[in-house]
């Protein structure tokens, strides 16, 4: 495993991937009733922004600092509140991770489970939770999560699954994830991010879903460049099984706005920087 998230650190894909986690674990707490997030590629848990990784790149100032600083409607101000009050949090200088994301908005009746395998992730990850009874941090290999870890105690509750995407075979293994969750844990909100390269290969992805007769299964994206090439991130999206009804409402406020803040490409229209797909056949 060569991939490390520290280069990439409060980037455009980790804020549009942050957004809808916090408004997922933010529905979640509208129930009295105990949730569990998994996270099954889990990284570091909080970034150092002044790293020399993040300093390399200067991803974040065209992704997080970005939205921060734009103007923004109050609509959308409620969308990405949530989000906004875990990066506030989080000490200054760093950026906070799927897993610190999700564990500042839980609450004391909740759990999080966290998987990193990487030799050197991982140690950093335990040290970020070391002492919190509410989570807890596993060094094995995320894939099994789905298969072997679920349903979780509690019946509710969010997979996020976010692998590195470093051979050709991550697509394929989600969608075999999704249906090891469809047959152990039916009701589960199941969140797949995958990045935008070329839009034929993500598309074709998207069709073998869309053909597989889930009930209910909502596609996000959002694009910065034009997506026709295979060697740059040109944006990213999330399917999202058995999402929140008020979830598609949410995104047709958020992801024009969204668009428009972080596109990096002169000439890219807003209205062409996003979409959002029913892939279940329900209307």
């Not at 921060?68 to 875990?86: F, M």
């Not at 894939?143 to 679920?150: F, I, N, R, Y």
């Not at 249906?179 to 070329?198: N, Q, S």
């Not at 992801?255 to 209307?283: C, E, H, M, T, Y």
Request: charged letters at 25%; glycine letters at 8%; hydrophobic letters at 40%.
């Amino acid at each position: 495993m060569n991939y490390r998230h520290a280069y990439h650190a409060g980037n455009f894909a980790d804020v549009f991937k942050h957004i809808i986690l916090a408004r997922l674990v933010d529905y979640m707490k509208g129930k009295e009733k105990a949730f569990r997030i998994y996270d099954t590629h889990a990284g570091l848990g909080r970034y150092n922004l002044a790293s020399v990784e993040a300093g390399k790149t200067g991803e974040a100032e065209l992704g997080v600092a970005k939205v921060l600083s734009a103007t923004v409607s109050p609509a959308v101000a409620e969308i990405i509140a949530p989000w906004k009050e875990a990066v506030a949090a989080s000490p200054e200088g760093t950026y906070p991770g799927s897993p610190a994301v999700a564990r500042h908005l839980m609450r004391k009746q909740d759990r999080l489970a966290l998987y990193e395998l990487h030799e050197e992730d991982h140690p950093v990850l335990a040290s970020n939770f070391a002492g919190d009874y509410q989570t807890r941090v596993q060094h094995l290999d995320g894939w099994l999560a789905a298969g072997a870890h679920t349903p979780p105690k509690e019946a509710r509750g969010i997979m996020l699954i976010d692998p590195p995407f470093e051979d050709g075979h991550d697509f394929d293994r989600m969608i075999d994830a999704l249906e090891k969750c469809r047959k152990r844990w039916a009701g589960g909100t199941v969140a797949l991010w995958y990045p935008v390269k070329k839009r034929d290969h993500t598309d074709e992805w998207l069709g073998t879903l869309q053909t597989m007769g889930f009930p209910d299964l909502l596609n996000a994206e959002l694009v910065v460049k034009r997506p026709n090439d295979p060697k740059s991130l040109n944006g990213c999206g999330m399917v999202i099984a058995n999402p929140p009804y008020t979830l598609r409402e949410e995104l047709n406020t958020l992801l024009p706005w969204l668009a428009g803040v972080l596109r990096q490409q002169d000439g890219l229209k807003a209205s062409d920087g996003f979409r959002i797909q029913n892939l279940s056949g329900r209307s």
